[in-house]
C-alpha cells in the first residue's frame, strides 16, 4: 500500500540553528501539506501545494519558514533560525486532487529545539 | 474559524466497553471526517460522512451527523487496547482545505 514517506523522524536541533524536512507524497497525489502539531492539539496547517504552486501558506511563518516542492513530487520545509517555540510534530499530508476530501498523512517529524 | 471542537477532551474506558465521542462545528459543512493518531505517528483517516448522510458505518465504527444540530459523534463498540489514540474531527475550511479538532485522548484499560 502506497505511503507518504517523511524523513527524518526525530530531529534534535540548538536554537538559531537550520533545519530541514522532507516529504515524498503518495505517488500521483497532486496536493500535498504540511502541518505543524503542538502537543495535545490538532495539526495546523503550515502551508499547503497543488503540484509545484503554493495554494495557500497565509499560517507559514514567512520569516523563517520556508517550503518548497520544486517539481511537484516531493517537498521540504525549512526553519532557519530555529527557535525553541519551534519544537512540534511536523506531519506531511497528501490527496489526489484536494478539495475537502480524504488526507493521507505520513509519520511525522518530531522536532525538539534545545 | 470552522474548527471543530471535539467533546470530551479525555476518556477513559474498560477493554470491551463501548466509547463515544463527539465534534461540534459553527458554520454549514458538506462534510466531516473522523482521523485516529496512534502515540507520536502520523494521523490516519477513518470515516468520511457526507451532508446528506445521517449515520454511516465502518466496522466498529458508528459514526453519525446532525446538521441541525452542527454535530457529529464517534462511537467505537467493543474496544480493544489497540483503539487507545486520539480522535481528531476535520471539516471544512472554504473550498479546499480542511481544519482540525483539539482531539479526544481515549486510552483503554485493560
Known amino acids: 500500500e502506497a505511503e507518504v514517506a517523511q524523513s527524518p523522524r526525530y530531529k534534535i536541533t540548538e536554537k538559531s540553528q537550520a533545519v530541514a524536512f522532507w516529504c515524498d507524497p503518495i505517488?500521483?497525489?497532486?496536493?500535498l501539506y504540511w502541518y505543524r502539531q503542538i502537543l495535545g492539539q490538532g495539526p495546523e496547517l503550515l502551508v499547503q501545494?497543488?503540484?509545484?504552486?503554493?495554494?495557500?501558506d497565509s499560517q507559514l511563518p514567512k520569516d523563517r519558514f520556508s517550503a518548497e516542492r520544486l517539481k511537484g513530487v516531493d517537498s521540504t520545509l525549512k526553519i532557519q533560525p530555529a527557535e525553541l517555540g519551534d519544537s512540534a510534530m511536523y506531519l506531511c499530508?497528501?490527496?489526489?486532487?484536494?478539495?475537502?476530501?480524504?488526507?493521507?498523512f505520513g509519520p511525522g517529524t518530531r522536532l525538539t529545539v534545545t | 474559524s470552522q474548527q471543530g471542537e471535539e467533546d470530551p477532551q479525555a476518556l477513559s474506558i474498560q477493554e470491551g466497553e463501548n466509547a463515544t465521542m463527539n465534534c461540534s462545528y459553527k458554520?454549514?459543512?458538506?462534510?466531516l471526517q473522523w482521523y485516529r493518531q496512534n502515540s507520536g505517528r502520523g494521523l490516519v483517516h477513518l470515516i468520511l460522512?457526507?451532508?446528506?448522510?445521517r449515520e454511516k458505518h465502518s466496522g466498529r465504527l458508528r459514526v453519525t451527523l446532525d446538521t441541525s444540530k452542527k454535530s457529529s459523534s464517534l462511537l467505537i463498540t467493543a474496544s480493544r487496547a489497540a483503539d487507545t489514540a486520539s480522535y481528531f474531527c476535520?471539516?471544512?475550511?472554504?473550498?479546499?482545505?480542511?481544519?482540525f479538532g483539539k482531539g479526544t485522548r481515549l486510552h483503554i484499560l485493560p
Open positions: 499530508a497528501s490527496s489526489p486532487q484536494g478539495g475537502t476530501g480524504e488526507q493521507y
Open positions: 505517488s500521483g497525489h497532486a496536493t
Open positions: 460522512i457526507r451532508s446528506n448522510e
Open positions: 458554520t454549514s459543512i458538506n462534510n
Open positions: 501545494f497543488q503540484d509545484e504552486s503554493v495554494v495557500d
Open positions: 476535520a471539516t471544512p475550511d472554504g473550498y479546499d482545505k480542511i481544519i
